[in-house]
């Protein structure tokens, strides 16, 4: 267990790709952000995330993920089944990802049955459309922002003063990936400034999904601007400050 920042946990990095599972609180109330695939040896990410929130008195109130892709999002169906109380939120986009059709929707049809895609059981709560969801975990304000950019299904998610970017490379317009129309990153990183000003919203921590790049002390708008420009394939160095998760 790792606390990169004050009302943010990150209870492992789970299944072979490492991705993070967060616990963000305050006040008694909780978000869990991201449901990875894990390892045989590993305690499933739902079990330690309800061990988390009830040693610690917190009520699960949301459910999040920065994208669709399966290291990020396989065991959502568990988490589902283990928090029902929570409100589970996403983006139209990811519904209709091929990403999470293929592995997701397609194992638990086979595995559980239909009822889990055809009706009974729901994957959210809450599916928005536009740009922008806006929370609050005991009171403190959380948002999501649609912006792709590592994929079609890419959501931000700002909380106390930090962002969690998901698979973004940062400073750089490349990605791991070419899944996203470069001119479609810039309308996202472009949209993400706007709002985020409109907001009047201070961001000076951004953090990869993964749980693998933590950076502290960020210039948040220096870093979207360099993220527009593709420098030769050369991964900049923006690691601020990095911390093993
Ligand atoms: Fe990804
Ligand atoms: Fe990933």
């Not at 079990?47 to 929130?53: T, V």
């Not at 699960?60 to 089944?81: A, C, I, M, N, V």
């Not at 059709?101 to 009822?115: E, Q, T, W």
Request: glycine content about 6%.
């Amino acid at each position: 267990m790792n606390k990169p920042a004050q009302g943010f946990t990150i209870l492992k990095r789970y299944g072979h790709l490492k991705n993070a599972c967060w616990i963000l609180e305050n006040n008694g109330e909780a978000a869990i952000v991201e449901m990875p695939p894990f390892r045989k040896n590993e305690k499933p990410p739902y079990e330690k995330a309800k061990m988390y929130l009830n040693k610690n008195r917190l009520f699960p109130k949301y459910g999040f993920l920065s994208h669709s892709h399966w290291d990020h999002s396989f065991t959502l169906p568990k988490f589902r089944e283990t928090f029902p109380q929570a409100k589970f939120v996403t983006h139209e986009s990811f519904l209709s990802d091929p990403f999470f059709s293929y592995y997701i929707v397609r194992n638990l049809r086979s595995a559980r049955g239909k009822n889990w895609v055809m009706g009974g059981h729901r994957f959210f709560d809450t599916v928005f459309s536009g740009e922008l969801f806006t929370g609050d975990i005991g009171g403190e304000p959380v948002y999501l922002i649609h912006a792709p950019k590592h994929s079609y299904s890419d959501l931000l998610i700002v909380f106390k003063g930090a962002i969690i970017t998901g698979d973004w490379y940062l400073g750089d317009l490349s990605d791991c990936n070419d899944l996203v129309d470069p001119r479609d990153k810039i309308k996202s990183i472009n949209r993400t400034i706007e709002i985020v000003r409109n907001l009047n919203y201070k961001i000076h921590m951004l953090f990869s999904a993964h749980g693998d790049s933590l950076f502290y002390d960020a210039d948040f708008f220096s870093i979207m601007e360099q993220s527009k420009v593709n420098h030769n394939g050369n991964q900049p160095d923006m690691k601020a400050r990095y911390v093993p998760g």
